[in-house]
């Protein structure tokens, strides 16, 4: 196997595992770290699909301010386990109303998912062409071909930021 | 040599583990969370797409997806202190005044 | 397995030398700070161990690994054992990127010349901006996890100190992006050579002077140093959030905050001083214009402790958002009109 399939099957595997491991852990603080984890690897994915702005992107948007974001939050809440004793105890299909429900949308999406990883098909071998990998490309196309998007973006960051605080806000009167 | 295929498939089992998430947890921040895996993999096979077909515009929409989940991050987490500190509980359960 | 070459040995050689050469400079680095806190308040300082103390960074290394690896009861252990680690593992990792010589073929023993960078990526910028936003967890996991309000508040206020200054640091580094045209940090320094009239050097600082300001204040807040160090301040809050850590745990911390400081002089040489270029020395001995330029941007950060009163927290997140970050988009905007005017 060439280092580059390694490189991918590496990352794939820790990306898997350790968004695995955020569904399954009780302690939400655990979940953010292992979150942050599986960023990193599709950080490396990026890498291996010649996009290191991306990749580099995703390290500083995603993995160095939401998830602080996120960290913040549950440490300011302190945020409590779930659930009581009793209910750890019960398997998701055993469990009352709306958690039966999900878990059996959630075993059906995991059995169609196998069924469409089995069939065959799809492509194989390497990728054709080359890569748009500079940064000067994706800069000059963001600022002319989707210039409109990019300043839409900008307002919606701002609108996004106003709400936080508002939403977020103490109210004054106590 | 990984294929598109190989990536596509990667994306799509992060997915499905997103939208589980989504499905059976009872916690807040953790369906959060799972909506977040659930974007990365969608980027994930944004980038693989472009880069199959050798344009950048894979690279923009991820950058645009991304800058979205950040703002829907952190209003989202807003809306959770707000409730939180109304019921003082992250269990999506507790909230029901609007079912009928 | 790649075959191995003169090359991979010289690669390899160049890792090592970078990674014991951190080290050293963190030991380094605390000599210097306190022989010069001695100096600036009119004290001797360290002077027994060793010929002027310089054996003193030494001693104090092996007092702290003798002592006893203390965990509260109470805290959470993997993410207090992670905390120190996450430190200084980033702190290490952000030098991985930076170029600290022009590229070298050791007097023709080399094939083809080697880049004196452990790797050269066309994204370095932007590589030691993300990594320097990863090292705010260091701080926030250990508050957390060791369960005591000392520690919680202290790191609370550090990682949002930090992460408010880092906009900053962003709009400065965007800066200076427009003016050397590329986001690898040997095209910046490459494009800082020369002089103009023969005598004043072509580095960006006589360029964005206020970028370099910006800069620096930014990257003194990053690293959590005085005035900025409040978080840390012993008089408020016993040591922040280190309070609970001893033994080599706490020395990981300080050694992530040196090699912070080192890495940042080292960044701004790179960006705004020339790198290693300089006059009278020849290209291949320019990692020596490097070492003295780091050296005194780093005489330049312990003079600031110890000459500066600490900001106070509010006084410091106001100064963070409310001066700093307007001022580095102002500069940012002007940078922009006159690259464009003056075709540069």
Known sequence: MGSEAIAFYLFGAVAVIASLLVISQRNPIYSVLLLIASFGALSGLYVLLEAPFVAVTQIIVYAGAIMVLFLFVVMLLNAPHEETERDERLHAFKKPGPVRFGAVLAAALATELAWALTRAGGETGAFPGAAVSSVRAIGKALFTEYAFPFEVTSILILVAMVGAVVLAKRDARG | MPSLSDYLVLSAILFAIGTAGVLIRRNIITILLSVEIMLNAVNLSFVAFGRALGTADGQIIVFFVMTVAAAEAAVGLAIVIGLFRHRESLNPSTFTSLKW | ?344
């Not at chain 3, 805290?75 to 702190?91: E, G, K, R, V």
């Not at chain 3, 609370?156 to 427009?178: D, K, N, T």
Request: proline share 5%; net charge neutral; aromatic share 14%.
């Open chain 3, 1 to 344: 397995m790649p075959a191995i070459t003169p090359q991979l040995i010289a690669e390899g050689v160049v890792i090592v030398v970078v990674f014991h050469a951190l080290l050293l400079s963190a030991a380094a680095m605390v000599w210097v700070e306190r022989r010069l806190a001695a100096a600036l308040q009119q004290r001797l300082g360290p002077i027994r161990v060793g010929w002027q103390g310089l054996l003193q960074p030494f001693a104090d290394v092996i007092k702290l690994m003798f002592k006893e690896e203390l965990r509260p009861k109470a805290a959470d252990w993997l993410l207090f054992a992670l905390a120190p680690i996450i430190s200084a593992a980033c702190a290490f990792s952000a030098f991985a990127v930076v170029p600290f010589g022009a590229e070298t073929t050791f007097f023709g023993l080399l094939k083809e010349p080697l880049k004196l960078q452990v790797a050269d990526v066309n994204v370095a910028v932007l590589v030691i901006f993300a990594i320097a936003s990863m090292s705010v967890y260091g701080i926030v996991l250990a508050g957390w996890a060791s369960n005591s309000k000392y520690s919680l508040l202290g790191g609370l206020r550090s990682s949002a100190q930090m992460i408010s200054y880092e906009l900053s640091y962003g709009m400065a580094l965007a800066s200076v992006l427009l003016l050397g045209n590329s986001l690898s940090l040997t095209d910046i320094v490459n494009a800082q050579a020369g002089s103009w009239f023969g005598f004043i050097p072509k580095w960006f600082v006589f360029l964005q002077p206020l970028g370099f300001l910006i800069y620096m204040t930014a990257g003194i807040a990053e690293t959590n140093r005085a005035p900025f160090d409040f978080p840390e301040a012993e008089q408020e809050l016993v040591a922040g959030y280190h309070t609970e850590y001893s033994s080599m745990s706490f020395a990981m911390f300080f050694l992530a905050e040196y090699v912070n400081m080192v890495t940042v002089s080292a960044v701004a040489t790179d960006l705004f001083l020339g790198g290693w270029h300089g006059p009278f020395l020849p290209e291949s001995l320019g990692w020596i214009w490097f070492l003295l330029k780091v050296g005194a941007l780093l005489f330049f950060y312990v003079w600031m402790r110890w000459t500066l009163p600490r900001y106070r927290y509010d006084q410091l997140m106001r100064f963070g958002w409310k001066i700093l970050l307007p001022l580095s988009v102002v500069n940012l905007l002007v940078t922009a009109a006159g690259v464009l005017y003056f075709g540069l």
